[in-house]
């Protein structure tokens, strides 16, 4: 399997074109990236969706189209986006000024471990298909409130495959579709806005129930941790074919080894399992392979 392959495996597009255009669209002048698929209604639907005062990751911010607006209604806003070009008619305009605002170069697999977020925001991603799961995945260990979602609707199913493969996957989803007013040509404009919550999620294994405390191995590790024990925990687990494993330490300890098992988590297999607190424990469980919604 080439690097493109597995590029397009994972973001169900070859995302270095995808980029590529990105960047290119940025030399534009005058351009609004995405101002063609925004409007008023949308706007509105979104942003009952996004709590006052609350932490927000903006993935896909490009040049801060729905930026400013988040900016009005959240607390902080980390804007997100891959490409410099895009980033630098950002930071250039006057949404850049707010305090509450933190600008992050890359993708979601590119941010930090320990970051953490109430929301995520995702605007008309260029991902398909299965990398659509796999965003919701990545954003699922970050988020602690819920994923809001915009899709197209017209000339793709995205909205609809998503929706189905994130309710397999044990999550509540709940979607909107968002129509405009008629243009002057009578012409309307259609988004499909997927809510998912990620709060109480329980991975869910097609064709079985959701994997909880009672069906995890257990393990304690003692206070203070030893060091390296959260990279041999995650190795371990890896190599045991297990659904579950369930960490217990001393309440002293707990948030500490957290950070450190999904530290280990990302660098050694942050597509094969997910990190969760479970009351005083640590839940580590193995990700079901996102080929097996894909029916």
Do not use: C
């Not at 609707?153 to 979607?175: C, H, I, K, P, S």
Request: net charge negative.
């Amino acid at each position: 399997m080439t690097p493109q392959d597995i590029a397009a495996d994972q973001f169900g597009v070859p995302i270095e074109s995808t980029l590529e255009r990105r960047e290119r669209l940025a030399n534009m002048a005058d351009i609004q990236y995405g101002q063609e698929r925004i409007f008023p209604e949308l706007v509105e639907a979104l942003m009952r969706e996004v709590p006052e005062g609350s932490n927000v990751l903006e993935v896909g911010a490009a040049t801060g189209l729905l930026t400013r607006q988040l900016l009005a209604r959240a607390g902080h806003v980390t804007a997100l986006e891959p490409s410099a070009g895009m980033l630098r008619r950002l930071l250039a305009s006057d949404v850049a000024e707010s305090e509450n605002l933190s600008v992050v170069r890359g993708m979601v697999e590119d941010l930090r471990p320990e970051s953490f977020y109430e929301i995520a925001v995702v605007t008309f991603t260029p991902r398909r298909g299965v990398g659509l799961l796999r965003l919701l995945l990545e954003l699922a260990i970050r988020v602690l409130d819920r994923v809001v979602i915009l899709l197209e609707v017209e000339n793709t199913m995205d909205w609809a495959y998503l929706a189905r493969a994130a309710a397999v996957q044990g999550f509540d989803v709940r979607v909107n579709i968002v129509t405009s007013q008629p243009s002057a040509t009578g012409q309307r404009k259609h988004a499909a806005i997927l809510v998912v919550d990620v709060a109480e999620w329980e991975p869910h294994f097609p064709g079985e129930e959701a994997w909880g405390v009672s069906d995890a191995r257990e393990t304690d590790v003692p206070y203070p941790a030893p060091r390296g024990a959260a990279t041999r925990l995650v190795r371990f687990f890896l190599a045991s074919g297990d659904r579950a494993m369930l960490v217990n330490t001393d309440p002293k300890g707990v948030e500490r080894l957290y950070g450190n098992l999904r530290t280990a988590a990302h660098r050694l297999g942050r597509e094969e399992l997910t990190v969760r607190r479970h009351g005083t424990s640590i839940q580590l469980v193995r990700l079901p392979r996102t080929g097996e919604t894909a029916e």
